[in-house]
């Protein structure tokens, strides 16, 4: 059963924006970090961003002022908005919720800069 549905990727040219959705089925989705993740290819998988279930927000360097990670706990939703994208941004993004020693995974969505 999917538990973690990600939604909102696809192909871009650089300096557009995009917004990711994850839905989570979980129960007491309120209670988890929800985070995304992304993975390029040859690559390992990284830390894009990370909100804890009181809201506070983590995100990575690269980018800091450019992504910006909220949830919705009404909606059960976590989202990634993407504001100037780089090829470099270009990857498979993964939802990932966390609660103690659980985690649970999405399947990924592609996003893909490019001119």
């Known amino acids: 059963q999917v538990q973690l549905v990600e939604s909102g990727g696809g192909s871009v040219q650089p300096g557009e924006s995009l917004r990711l959705s994850c839905v989570n089925r979980?129960?007491?989705?309120?209670?988890?970090?929800m985070g995304w993740y992304r993975q390029a290819p040859g690559s390992e998988r990284e830390m894009v961003a990370t909100?804890?279930?009181?809201?506070?927000?983590n995100h990575a360097d690269s980018v800091k002022g450019r992504f910006t990670i909220s949830r919705n706990d009404d909606e059960r939703t976590v989202y990634l908005q993407m504001n100037s994208l780089k090829p470099e941004d270009t990857a498979v993004y993964y939802c990932?919720?966390?609660?103690?020693?659980?985690?649970?995974w999405g399947q990924g969505t592609q996003v893909t800069v490019s001119s």
């Open positions: 979980i129960a007491f989705f309120s209670l988890f970090e």
């Open positions: 909100v804890t279930h009181d809201g506070i927000t």
């Open positions: 990932k919720a966390t609660m103690g020693n659980s985690n649970y």
